[in-house]
T-cell receptor, first 109, second 120 residues
Framework: KNEVEQSPQNLTAQEGEFITINCSYS?????LHWLQQHPGGGIVSLFM???GKKKHGRLIATINIQEKHSSLHITASHPRDSAVYIC???????????FGKGTKLSVKP | KAGVTQTPRYLIKTRGQQVTLSCSPI?????VSWYQQTPGQGLQFLFE???????NKGNFPGRFSGRQFSNSRSEMNVSTLELGDSALYLC???????????????????FGPGTRLTVL
């Protein structure tokens, strides 16, 4: 079993839809990261959470430490949101992230 | 501040050769981590350097090595290249903060654009 599990693996949505991507982990963590990767490879850090909820524009990330679960929500989705979204966890102060397999999101106009 | 830079961006090598990739972190960041991304295995941690010392290492063979210089720039080297080493190699630089809920220290990581290595 992978230490970080994401669902769904693939997601197709219509423009304007509300999107949720889920992440569950089985290890103790110091922080959970949501990353975005566009075709071409570059990775952008969207959120880093150790508790509660964070919001940037149309993106919202939540984490439940007790349930070892996090969700990434995208409101009013847009075709430019099409990307792979990756959940990753850090186990301490050291820089080794453990990654989920990613969720490939495609938003159709 | 300038972001994380990686050179070269693309590289083609043949089996048996060796390769050196370079990563310049964000100014002031002392930690550099390296990751390998392949379609089959996804993203995997290679190693982390902090203040010129390897602080953590993933589960990769000894053909993969790295180092960090006094200006925090880092290089990784892969010797005796194999076809399976074809991948996107990403580095990330980081600072350390503390989580409000746990009090544990954590790293916010900033990724470079990657070096795409093709081994023929």
């Amino acid at each position: 079993k992978n230490e970080v599990e994401q669902s769904p693996q693939n997601l197709t949505a219509q423009e304007g839809e509300f999107i949720t991507i889920n992440c569950s982990y089985s290890v103790g963590i110091s922080a959970l990261h949501w990353l975005q990767q566009h075709p071409g490879g570059g990775i952008v850090s969207l959120f880093m959470l150790s508790s509660g909820k964070k919001k940037h524009g149309r993106l919202i990330a939540t984490i439940n430490i007790q349930e070892k679960h996090s969700s990434l929500h995208i409101t009013a989705s847009h075709p430019r949101d099409s990307a792979v979204y990756i959940c990753a966890v850090s186990e301490g102060s050291q820089g080794n992230l453990i990654f989920g397999k990613g969720t490939k999101l495609s938003v159709k106009p | 501040k300038a972001g994380v830079t990686q050179t070269p961006r693309y590289l083609i090598k043949t089996r048996g050769q060796q390769v050196t990739l370079s990563c310049s972190p964000i100014s002031g960041h002392r930690s550099v981590s390296w990751y390998q991304q392949t379609p089959g295995q996804g993203l995997q941690f290679l190693f982390e350097y902090f203040s010129e010392t390897q602080r953590n290492k993933g589960n990769f063979p000894g053909r993969f090595s790295g180092r960090q210089f006094s200006n925090s720039r880092s290089e990784m080297n892969v010797s005796t290249l194999e076809l399976g080493d074809s991948a996107l190699y990403l580095c990330a630089s980081s600072w350390t903060g503390r989580g409000r809920a746990t009090g544990a220290a954590y790293n916010e990581q900033f990724f470079g654009p990657g070096t795409r290595l093709t081994v023929l």
